[in-house]
C-alpha cells in the first residue's frame, strides 16, 4: 500500500489544482491551481524515473557499470524542461493578472464580461 | 545540398529571426524585413523540399548527432526530426500562410505601437509550429506546442485592451490546463513503453498486449490536443481568443495554428504512433459531428464579422476531424484537402475583416453596408473566400467538402454524410450574412472617404484569394501526386515515422 501513496498524492494535487480552475473567482487563485496542478504533473514525471534503492546515473572508473541499481536519467532531464515551460506560462499568467487588475480594479473573474455570446 | 541536415533550419531560422528582431528593435525597418525575410526562407525551404522529395520518401536527421548511440544502447537516443509525406505538405501550408501574413502586417501593424514585439512573438509562434510538424519525439511535440501557445497567448493580448486581456486569460488557463494533460499522457505513454521517440513507441506498442492503461492515454491526449484543436467541448477560449489578436494573428491563429497544434497533432498522434484504433475513429466522428453543428448554428446569430469568422472555424475543424474519423484514404484526402482550403480562405477572410477594420474602424456587421463601392479589391477577396468556405462550385472548398462526404457515404456514415451536408447550407447563409451586409446596400453617410488599404495588404488579399478560385486544380492527377498523395500515404500506409 505504502508504495503507491506518492502517486495518490500525485492525484489529489492534481484534482486540488483542476478544482481551483475551475471554480474559483479570484484570477490569482486561478493561477494558483494552474501552477498546483503543474507541480503534480512533475511530481508524477520524477516518479515515474523512481527505483527502491536506485543511485544517480552517474559513471565513473573507480566503480563497476551497473545499470539495473540506477534511476532512469531521462524524466530528470524532461522535468526541467517542463518546470521552465511552467515558469513561462505562470509569469505570463500573473503579468496579464496585474494588467487585467489595472484594466478592472478588481480580481474578480465574474466582474469582468466583456466577451459575450 | 537539400537533405536531411537542413530540416533543423525549419526551426532555427524563425528562432533566429525573433531574437533578431528583438536585438536590432531600434534600426529603423529592420522588424518588418526580418519577419517578412524568415518567413519567405522557411517557405522557400518548404518548396525546395517539396520538388526534391520522391513519394514516400522520408528524411530523418538526429538532432545533436546522438545517432551513434543507437547501437550501443539498442534504441534511439535523442531527438530525431522527420520529413514525410504529411510533414511537408504542413510545412508548405503553414509557411505559406506565415509569409503572406508577414508581408500584411507589414502595412497592418503601423495602428500598434511596438511593431517589433509583433514580430519577434509571430516568429517564436512560427518556430513552434514548424518544430511540432518536424519532430518525431513525443516530449519534443509537447515543448514545441507550448512554444507556439505562448506566443499565441501573449498575441492575443498584444492590444492591451480590456477584451484581449480577458480572452487571452481564459485562452491561456484553458491551454495550460491542455498543456498538463498532453504532457501526463506522454509520461504514461514513456512509462509503457520506455522510449520517447514515435517510431519506437509504435514499434513496442504494435508487439506487445496492449495495456489497459493505453485508454487512459487515448483520453489525456484526445482532450489535450482537442483543446488546443478547440473541438466543441473544448472550444470555449475559442470564438472569445481568436476576434480579440490583431487580424494577421487572427489569421494565423484560426488559419493555421489549431492545424498544426490540435488537427495535426491528433493525426500524428492516433495514426502514427497507436495505429489508428477503432474507438478514437468513434470519438473523432462524434466530436466533429457536433463541432460543425454548433460551430455553425451559433455563427448564425453573430453580429461581430470576426466571431463569426471564428465559430466559422469551429465547424469547418468539424469537416476536417470528420474526415480523419472516418479514415478511409478518402476520407483522410478530403480531410487534407480541407485542411488546405480551410487554411487559406479562412486566412483570407480574416484578413479581410482586417482590411475592413483598417478602412472603416469597426468590426460590426450592422455598421457596414455598401462597402464594395468603395474597397473593391477588398470585397472581391472576400467574395472568392466565402464562396470557397460556402463550398460553391468550382472555388476550392466545394471540392475537398465534396470528397469528405463521398468518403463518409462509401463508409455507410449515410447520417453523417446528410448532417454535413445540412451543414454546409447553414454555412450558406452564415457567410452570405457577411457579404450581404458588409458589402452590399447603402453606403454610409460617415464611410464617404474610405479609401482601400495600402499595397502589401493588398498584395496578401490577392494571393490568398487566387488559391481560393484555383486551390481544386490540386486534384489534378499530376499536382495530386506531388502534393496531396504523399501526405495521404504517410497516414494510411507504414510510410511514417
Redesign the interface.
Known amino acids: 500500500m505504502n508504495a503507491y501513496m506518492p502517486y495518490i498524492l500525485c492525484l489529489i494535487l492534481f484534482c486540488i489544482g ?1 478544482y481551483a ?1 475551475l471554480s474559483k473567482r479570484n ?1 490569482i487563485k ?2 494558483l491551481g ?1 501552477v498546483i ?2 507541480y503534480a ?1 512533475n511530481l ?2 520524477i516518479l ?1 524515473a523512481y527505483k527502491a534503492g536506485g543511485r544517480a546515473a552517474i559513471f565513473s572508473g573507480t566503480q563497476e557499470i551497473a545499470p539495473q541499481s540506477m534511476v532512469d536519467p ?2 530528470h532531464a ?1 522535468v526541467l ?2 518546470i521552465v ?1 511552467g515558469l ?2 505562470t509569469a ?2 500573473i503579468a ?2 496585474i ?2 487588475y489595472g ?2 480594479g478588481t480580481f474578480d473573474i465574474t466582474r ?1 464580461r ?2 459575450r ?1 | 545540398m537539400i537533405g536531411e541536415s537542413v530540416i533543423p533550419l525549419f526551426v532555427a531560422i524563425p528562432l533566429a529571426g525573433a531574437f533578431l528582431t528583438a536585438l536590432l528593435k531600434r534600426v529603423k525597418g529592420i522588424p518588418d524585413t526580418l519577419g517578412v525575410m524568415s518567413s519567405v526562407f522557411t517557405f522557400a525551404l518548404s518548396i525546395l523540399f517539396i520538388i526534391r522529395m520522391q513519394a514516400g520518401q522520408t528524411f530523418v536527421v538526429n538532432v545533436g548527432n546522438w545517432g551513434g548511440f543507437q547501437e550501443v544502447m539498442g534504441r534511439i537516443v535523442g531527438i530525431q526530426m522527420v520529413m514525410d509525406g504529411l510533414t511537408i505538405f504542413m510545412l508548405l501550408i503553414v509557411n505559406f500562410v506565415a509569409f503572406l501574413v508577414a508581408v500584411y502586417s507589414v502595412s497592418y501593424m503601423t495602428r500598434y505601437t511596438e511593431k517589433w514585439q509583433f514580430h519577434t512573438l509571430f516568429l517564436l509562434m512560427l518556430a513552434g509550429m514548424n518544430g511540432v510538424l518536424v519532430t518525431g519525439d513525443m ?1 519534443n511535440l509537447f ?1 514545441f506546442v ?1 512554444i507556439a501557445s ?1 506566443a499565441s ?2 498575441l492575443v ?1 498584444f492590444g ?4 484581449e ?6 485562452y ?2 484553458m491551454g ?2 491542455a ?2 494533460l498532453i ?2 499522457g506522454v ?1 504514461f505513454l ?2 509503457a513503453t520506455g522510449t ?1 521517440n514515435m517510431g519506437d513507441m509504435r514499434a513496442v506498442l504494435a508487439g506487445s498486449e496492449q495495456p489497459g492503461l493505453i485508454y487512459l492515454v487515448f483520453g489525456l491526449l484526445l482532450t489535450g490536443f482537442g483543446l488546443k484543436a478547440a473541438m466543441v467541448p473544448f472550444h470555449a477560449w475559442l ?2 481568443a481568436h476576434p ?1 489578436a490583431p487580424a494577421p494573428i487572427s489569421a494565423m491563429l484560426s488559419g493555421v495554428l489549431i492545424k498544426a497544434l490540435g488537427v495535426y497533432a491528433i493525426a500524428r498522434v492516433f495514426f502514427t504512433v497507436f495505429g489508428f484504433p477503432h474507438q478514437v475513429s468513434i470519438i473523432l466522428l462524434v466530436l466533429a459531428a457536433v463541432s460543425m453543428g454548433v460551430g455553425a448554428l ?1 455563427a448564425l ?2 453580429w ?1 464579422m470576426k ?1 463569426l469568422l471564428a465559430y466559422s472555424s469551429i465547424s469547418q475543424v468539424g469537416y476536417i476531424m470528420l474526415g480523419l474519423g472516418i479514415g478511409t484514404p478518402l476520407g483522410i484526402m478530403g480531410a487534407l484537402f480541407h485542411l488546405f482550403n480551410h487554411s487559406m480562405f479562412k486566412s483570407l477572410l480574416f484578413l479581410d475583416s482586417g482590411a475592413i477594420e483598417y478602412a472603416t474602424g469597426t468590426r460590426d456587421m450592422k455598421e457596414m453596408g455598401g462597402l464594395s463601392r468603395k474597397l473593391p479589391i477588398t470585397s472581391g477577396t472576400t467574395l472568392a473566400g466565402a464562396m470557397s468556405l460556402a463550398g460553391i462550385p468550382p472555388f476550392a472548398g466545394f471540392w475537398s467538402k465534396l470528397i469528405i462526404i463521398i468518403a463518409a457515404v462509401q463508409a455507410h456514415h449515410m447520417k453523417l454524410a446528410a448532417w454535413a451536408v445540412l451543414m454546409s447550407i447553414v454555412t450558406i447563409s452564415y457567410i452570405l450574412k457577411v457579404t450581404r451586409f458588409a458589402f452590399l446596400g447603402e453606403l454610409k453617410e460617415k464611410y464617404k472617404d474610405i479609401k482601400e488599404v495600402p499595397g502589401f495588404m493588398r498584395v496578401s488579399l490577392i494571393v490568398l484569394a487566387l488559391v481560393c478560385i484555383f486551390g481544386g486544380l490540386l486534384l489534378l492527377p499530376q499536382v495530386r501526386d506531388g502534393f496531396l498523395s504523399p501526405a495521404v500515404k504517410a497516414l494510411t500506409g507504414m510510410g511514417g515515422v
Open positions: 483542476i480552475v484570477i486561478i493561477i494552474v496542478a503543474e504533473v508524477f514525471l515515474v531521462l524524466p524532461l524542461t517542463s515551460i513561462a506560462t505570463f499568467l496579464l493578472a494588467r487585467l484594466k478592472y469582468m466583456e466577451l455570446g | 516530449f515543448v507550448e505562448i497567448y501573449a493580448a492591451t485592451e480590456k477584451r486581456l480577458e480572452a487571452s486569460f481564459k491561456a488557463v495550460g490546463v498543456s498538463l504532457l501526463l509520461i514513456y512509462s520517447l470564438p472569445d480579440s451559433v446569430r453573430q461581430d466571431r
